[in-house]
């Protein structure tokens, strides 16, 4: 009766939180509508990096969201992020502060977010 009285508590809250998860090696179909979800906005073009062979402005890897205060990378096999604070120091701190990610989870309600970390993730690439 506890468990059930419990679980009649909990319901309301699982229900209608807005929880949504970003990982590493997903496609980008299934990336795009989490991406509008929790207003991530695209910042590679004002980082100024190319395409190959010099070609025109890459898109789609470097993302700010600014509701949780969080930049990551969304890469075909990676996913690895920076809070606002590291982001904006220098790139040798960039690089040092850069956390590899298995997923992101995103809380839209609380505007919270938790990491699923692989400690290995780094040296596997």
Not at 60 to 86: A, H, Q
Request: charged share 25%.
């Amino acid at each position: 009766m506890r468990v059930f009285f419990l679980f009649l508590i909990f319901l309301p809250a699982t229900v209608f939180s807005e929880i949504v998860r970003l990982d590493a090696g997903a496609a980008s179909a299934i990336t795009e509508p989490i991406l509008k979800k929790i207003g991530a906005k695209d910042i590679t073009p004002n980082l100024a990096i190319v395409g190959p062979k010099g070609g025109s402005p890459v898109h789609g890897l470097y993302w700010s969201v600014p509701d949780f205060k969080v930049i990551f990378v969304k890469s075909d096999r990676t996913l690895c992020y920076w809070t606002e604070e590291d982001f904006s120091r220098s790139k040798a701190h960039r690089e040092d502060s850069r956390r590899y990610v298995r997923s992101i989870i995103f809380d839209t309600e609380k505007k919270t977010y938790t990491v699923k970390k692989k400690s290995w993730w780094k040296f596997w690439q």
